[in-house]
């Protein structure tokens, strides 16, 4: 399943100027059907995280995997702006609510596993954002396909995978009901080191956002090199991907590799809004990819840390941190890709991970200062 929603990730970065050529919708109207998919993001893993653990997993499963499907077939089939951002808002609803409480189920299966099955999971979703832009490219050229092709073959994957999801049986997180009640949410933003963490992640998934749904454009309308779109989102999967497994095995420090890479990562924004050679925009690119790597997890678990007793929530906060970030930097740089140019969008996109550097540098410091972090027992979430 998170091969699927990460290759409906990958096509649907790569089809967005086509998308919103076909409805007429412009780079405004790109931003906004991008940030209607991300909008569900903000509120539904909150809402469905509880429902989930009173209902039961496999339950919301079965539910937001039919959803995620819907939301597919209706993009493909969608004859007006309105109807494909409809079913964008469907799946951004159904992948999020599956993968955060997919990967909850993952950690119920074994205590001592669930943290590394969680990140094969993740592995799977950045393969499918490798696969898709790659996959779709060939068969536009060879087929003639359309940008439909993404969510259709999607809707295929998530129906195919709907059936072992069925046959599956999971656990039934017994000790959950030992954690105690969650706090209420002034409390979280009472702290000012989460409240640092949660603003670093609105900017880092931002940037993540800003970066996929814009690069085929800049590289189609700025560097005139079109055939290398598709290329330079796979280039940045796939470096995400290495960047993840070899900061998963090495044991770097959090704190120092988080601000490390929010800050390479803000020089090669500001290099590649620069550039005027394709190829070495490509390497950028793939650059890029390898520097955001351990960003996710690491702003995650540090996150988390600070309320070892309400984790659940703290993750809830941050998930919505992803939702307001993704549906809220696209948007942005429609409006000054349309009003100044696309390399503008990207200097922000600069601007944005530097000013996200320096909020995790004064997060981490709080967090030094303030409550100790506990000892690592293997239940640490990591989007690696």
């Known amino acids: 399943m998170m091969f699927f929603v990460g290759f409906e990730m990958g096509g649907f970065q790569l089809a967005l100027r086509s998308i919103s050529g076909e409805f007429s919708a412009g780079t405004i109207g790109a931003g906004l059907l991008v940030a209607a998919q991300y909008a569900s993001v903000i509120l539904m893993p909150l809402l469905f995280g509880r429902i989930s653990d009173r209902v ?42 599956c993968e955060t409480t997919g990967s909850a189920a993952l950690s119920d299966v074994s205590p001592v596993h669930g943290a590394r099955w969680v990140n094969l999971s993740q592995g799977a979703l950045s393969l499918g954002a490798v696969t898709s832009p790659v996959l779709t490219q060939f068969g536009t050229r060879a087929f003639g396909w359309s940008w439909r092709a993404v969510f259709f073959i999607t809707a295929a994957g998530a129906l195919v995978a ?21 706090k209420p949410v002034r409390s979280f933003f009472a702290d000012p080191a989460f409240l640092l963490f949660f603003c670093s992640i609105l900017l880092y998934v931002g940037l ?3 970066f996929g749904y814009f690069t085929e454009s800049l590289f189609s309308l700025e560097l005139n090199a079109a055939s290398l779109g598709a290329y330079a989102i ?54 890029i990819g390898f520097a955001f790597g351990p960003v996710w997890s690491n702003l995650m678990n540090l996150a988390a840390q600070r309320h070892p007793g309400s984790s ?14 993704g549906a809220l930097f696209p948007a942005l740089m429609g409006v000054l890709s349309a009003r100044v140019d696309l390399r503008a969008a990207f200097l922000l996109l600069a601007f944005s ?24 027992d293997g239940h640490a979430l990591s989007r690696n």
């Open 208 to 210: 993540e956002n800003g």
């Open 353 to 376: 991970a530097l000013a996200a550097g320096a909020l995790s540098f004064f997060a981490t410091r709080a967090q030094l200062h303030g409550n100790p972090q506990p000892e690592d």
């Open 56 to 97: 039961g997993k496999k339950k919301v499963m079965l539910a937001f995997s039919l959803v995620f499907l819907f939301g597919c077939a209706l993009s493909a089939l969608a004859q007006s702006v309105f109807a494909f951002a409809a079913g964008v808002f469907c799946i951004g609803a159904g992948y999020s609510v």
């Open 162 to 182: 709907f059936v072992p999801l069925l046959l599956s049986r999971f656990p039934s997180g017994a000790g959950a009901t030992e954690q105690p009640p969650s």
């Open 234 to 287: 796979s280039a940045y999967w796939a470096s995400m991907a290495l960047s993840r497994f070899v900061f998963g095995l090495l044991p770097f420090r959090p704190e120092r590799s988080l601000l490390v890479c929010l800050l390479v990562s803000g020089a090669l924004f500001a290099a590649l809004a620069l550039l005027s050679v394709p190829a070495l925009s490509l390497a950028f690119c793939a650059l």
């Open 312 to 325: 659940g929530g703290a993750m809830g906060l941050m998930s919505a941190g992803c939702g307001l970030g």
